[in-house]
């Protein structure tokens, strides 16, 4: 199993544009998670989701950014329009239920210039 | 708020000496404590959990309720500790982790 698969691995944009990271959990994971990791507030939760349902999006900064969940085994995180202080590595992660460990993915770092 | 404090971003150690990462959580029940880790170039991953009280790569930690700690010890450093530490709190009948700004462990030769 490759585990949580991100794409891309890094992105590089203008501010304005619209980013949109990708993720694939594993299989038979129940639980998408969606982190942002920056020097000044460490990893920040923005939103999940159990069987493709949000289910807390407290986390998500503002309008600007939108998860869906689609399908079992493809979640994205939209950003738009970018800003420079967008800038992060944003993870994914999944677990199989409520109370297991979280198996996070390789991140994707996002510089908006 | 459901909030975890690692007081120190930044902790260098000489390796050979012990090592303590501190990690504070707000009371709210009885939550379970975890810590992960994110060495360089790898993904985070599960270091360990406070329920299973066991110790994984010569690293312990004990959930102190009254001091609403869970700090993670280790007798003697070595290099490959280097690494990113959180401790994410998980409070009963939330599915989510809390995790915080981690503490940086370099491990100086």
């Known amino acids: 199993d490759a585990g949580v698969i991100q794409s891309p691995r890094h992105e590089v944009t203008e501010m304005g544009q619209e980013v949109t990271l990708r993720c694939k959990p594993i299989?038979?994971?129940?639980?998408l998670f969606w982190y942002r990791q920056t020097m000044m507030r460490g990893l920040e939760l923005l939103i999940y989701?159990?069987?493709?349902?949000?289910?807390?999006d407290s986390g998500m900064p503002e309008d600007r950014f939108s998860a869906k969940m689609p399908n079992a085994s493809f979640s994205t995180l939209k950003i738009q329009p970018s800003e420079p202080r967008d800038s992060a590595v944003y993870f994914c992660?999944?677990?199989?239920?409520?109370?297991?460990?979280?198996?996070f993915g390789p991140g994707t770092r996002l510089t908006v210039l | 708020a459901q909030r975890v404090t690692q007081p120190e971003k930044l902790l260098s150690v000489f390796k050979g000496a012990p090592v303590e990462l501190k990690c504070n959580y707000s009371?709210?029940?009885?939550?379970?404590l975890f810590w992960y880790v994110q060495y360089s170039r790898q993904r985070l991953q599960l270091l360990l959990r406070?329920?299973s009280r066991e110790s994984i790569k010569g690293f312990t930690a004990d959930l102190n309720k009254g001091e609403t700690s869970f700090h993670l010890k280790k007798p003697f450093a070595q290099e490959e500790d280097s690494a990113m530490y959180y401790c994410?709190?998980?409070?009963?009948?939330?599915?989510?982790?809390?995790f915080g700004t981690g503490t940086r462990l370099t491990i100086i030769p």
């Open positions: 992660a999944s677990n199989p239920a409520a109370e297991d460990t979280q198996y």
């Open positions: 299989s038979g994971h129940d639980y």
């Open positions: 989701f159990n069987n493709n349902v949000p289910i807390d």
């Open positions: 009371y709210s029940g009885s939550p379970e």
């Open positions: 406070h329920i």
């Open positions: 994410p709190p998980r409070y009963f009948g939330n599915e989510k982790l809390t």
